[in-house]
């Protein structure tokens, strides 16, 4: 795979809804197998995201999702988008990763977030005010612990003695940061190896804080989540799914994803998630279209992956879109990307 190369992948939250009511057993191990499948048409990478105390039981686990898919695929590359990091200890989510890498073979990246809803924070015994700080120490202390550093850390949020992290990454993890804001973004481009980045919106904003943390633009990383739904007709699919797409971005407006849930009023319905671009409807050509327009203008995108299924969707409706996804629109947006790119060197 050359390094212009971008992955496809699947993006996983393990939401089981009351409102669309199945066994969490039966739902994990029809997820493992599909992903298995996936991996045998063609994804090139899973991500897994974290919550706590939600009671649709998005996973508070990755890890231990990540080391059974693990077990389950040969080449996939597995990470997270994302762990939100404030809430745990960092010598322990390095000793984690370093785990996963391991029992991977070194197919595992980290990447974290500072997260945002109040009562993990407090259940946990942070204050959401201090999720910048925790977040950038968090970073610096991972790093150290994968680089042998055993020097003592004394910071504004952690102290730590110096103790040897074991066993070590033999493939060190990249460490991605996910964020939507320009404050937060300009953090990203500091501290981390690449930027989950979701809908697309805040590139230019992750390349234009590069150019001011003084790092060369062409060396930027970016980890897209698609919020699309591709579909052979795209209007009726959505008619069918609509209602779980509904209830995601509102779950996610409800916990403060995208501002203080008072301030931020929810989708009443899916018409209008649609209408204000919060999920994006294509037919493969439309998918084919897009994809290669945003991977010719942004090179630094390194993987793009969408959603395997939407809460309280079942497995092998979420199948069938990757069946399509993976047949017929990933081929044809490598043939046009490196179409494209054949020209731009001539």
Same mark, same amino acid.
């Given at each position: 795979?050359?390094?212009?190369?971008?992955?496809?992948?699947?993006?996983?939250?393990?939401?089981?809804?009351?409102?669309?009511?199945?066994?969490?057993?039966?739902?994990?191990?029809?997820?493992?197998?599909?992903?298995?499948?996936?991996?045998?048409?063609?994804?090139?990478?899973?991500?897994?995201?974290?919550?706590?105390?939600?009671?649709?039981?998005?996973?508070?686990?990755?890890?231990?999702?990540?080391?059974?898919?693990?077990?389950?695929?040969?080449?996939?590359?597995?990470?997270?988008?994302?762990?939100?990091?404030?809430?745990?200890?960092?010598?322990?989510?390095?000793?984690?990763?370093?785990?996963?890498?391991?029992?991977?073979?070194?197919?595992?990246?980290?990447?974290?977030?500072q997260g945002y809803?109040?009562?993990?924070?407090?259940?946990?015994?942070?204050? %959401?005010?201090?999720?910048?700080?925790?977040?950038?120490?968090?970073?610096?202390?991972?790093?150290?612990?994968?680089?042998?550093?055993?020097?003592?850390?004394?910071?504004?949020?952690?102290?730590?003695?110096?103790?040897?992290?074991?066993? #070590?990454?033999?493939?060190?993890?990249?460490?991605?940061?996910?964020?939507?804001?320009?404050?937060?973004?300009?953090?990203?481009?500091?501290?981390?190896?690449?930027?989950?980045?979701? #809908?697309?919106?805040?590139?230019?904003?992750?390349?234009?804080?590069?150019?001011?943390?003084?790092?060369?633009?062409d060396e930027g990383?970016?980890?897209?989540?698609?919020?699309?739904?591709?579909?052979?007709?795209?209007?009726?699919?959505?008619?069918?799914?609509?209602?779980?797409?509904?209830?995601?971005?509102?779950?996610?407006?409800?916990?403060?994803?995208?501002?203080?849930?008072?301030?931020?009023?929810?989708?009443?319905?899916?018409?209008?998630? %649609?209408?204000?671009?919060?999920?994006?409807?294509?037919?493969?050509?439309?998918?084919?279209?897009?994809?290669?327009?945003?991977?010719?203008?942004?090179?630094?995108?390194?993987?793009?992956?969408?959603?395997?299924?939407?809460?309280?969707?079942?497995?092998?409706?979420?199948?069938?879109?990757?069946?399509?996804?993976?047949?017929?629109?990933?081929? #044809?947006?490598?043939?046009?990307?490196?179409?494209?790119? #054949?020209?731009?060197?001539?």
């Open positions: 795979m050359s390094e212009h190369t971008c992955t496809f992948g699947l993006w996983y939250d393990f939401r089981n809804p009351a409102r669309w009511p199945r066994s969490f057993t039966s739902f994990y191990a029809e997820t493992l197998d599909q992903i298995a499948w996936a991996e045998s048409r063609g994804i090139e990478s899973v991500w897994l995201t974290e919550h706590h105390f939600m009671a649709d039981g998005y996973t508070p686990s990755p890890f231990v999702i990540g080391g059974a898919i693990a077990a389950r695929t040969k080449s996939l590359k597995i990470g997270t988008n994302l762990i939100v990091s404030p809430l745990h200890n960092p010598i322990r989510l390095a000793e984690d990763a370093a785990t996963l890498s391991l029992l991977s073979g070194g197919r595992f990246d980290l990447g974290v977030g809803w109040q009562p993990e924070f407090h259940a946990f015994g942070r204050n %959401l005010r201090n999720r910048p700080s925790l977040l950038e120490e968090g970073v610096e202390i991972i790093r150290r612990a994968w680089s042998r550093d055993t020097a003592e850390f004394h910071g504004k949020r952690y102290d730590f003695p110096a103790l040897p992290v074991t066993p #070590q990454p033999e493939a060190t993890p990249q460490l991605l940061v996910g964020a939507m804001a320009e404050p937060a973004i300009e953090r990203v481009a500091r501290i981390a190896d690449g930027f989950l980045s979701t #809908q697309n919106a805040h590139h230019q904003m992750y390349i234009d804080a590069l150019e001011k943390v003084g790092k060369p633009v990383r970016i980890y897209a989540g698609q919020w699309a739904i591709i579909a052979e007709d795209p209007e009726r699919e959505w008619a069918r799914i609509g209602q779980h797409a509904l209830y995601q971005i509102n779950g996610y407006i409800g916990m403060g994803a995208f501002g203080p849930p008072d301030q931020v009023p929810t989708f009443p319905n899916p018409q209008a998630l %649609l209408d204000a671009g919060a999920f994006l409807l294509w037919d493969v050509d439309t998918a084919v279209s897009e994809l290669t327009t945003l991977l010719l203008d942004r090179p630094q995108i390194k993987d793009v992956h969408f959603w395997a299924q939407l809460p309280g969707e079942s497995v092998q409706s979420g199948s069938a879109r990757i069946e399509l996804l993976t047949s017929r629109v990933i081929p #044809q947006v490598r043939a046009a990307v490196a179409a494209g790119r #054949q020209e731009v060197s001539v």
